[in-house]
């Protein structure tokens, strides 16, 4: 590859983790009766739904949840709010590769886990969330 060719390479990497994330997050919002929010993260972008009710379309939202690179759930209890709990999902899209290990694996703050690859068939235990 000439070095010419990197950047290009770079900018339609970068497009297409943008089109994933986007595809992400209006998965979301149509599974999850909630608006995602859709962030810039080092090396990527995050799309979180949080919500305070079950989602509409619960198998929806992890279909969504699988288009990423990783993935997780945080619930905390509301600060203020008598006891209201939030439920947290989200999603990470890389638009850089990963080292020879892969993704970073590790868990998010809370009670959450983080996951990665597909959901399909997977435990409920950390790694899969």
């Known amino acids: 590859m000439r070095p010419e060719e990197q950047p290009e390479d770079s900018e339609e990497e970068e497009a297409a983790a943008r089109r994933r994330a986007w595809a992400i997050a209006d998965r979301l919002t149509r599974a999850g009766g909630e608006e995602a929010r859709l962030t810039s993260v080092a090396g990527g972008y995050r799309v979180e739904l ?9 198998a929806g939202v992890l279909a969504a949840l699988a288009l990423g690179d990783r993935w997780g759930h945080r619930r905390s209890i509301l600060p203020g709010s008598g006891g209201l709990v939030q439920d947290s999902v989200w999603s990470e899209v890389r638009s850089e590769p990963s080292g020879p290990s892969g993704p970073e694996r590790g868990r998010e703050g809370g009670t959450g886990g983080v996951g990665e690859g597909s959901l399909k068939g997977g435990s409920s235990g950390a790694g899969n969330a």
């Open 50 to 58: 949080r919500s305070t009710r079950p989602a509409p379309d619960a």
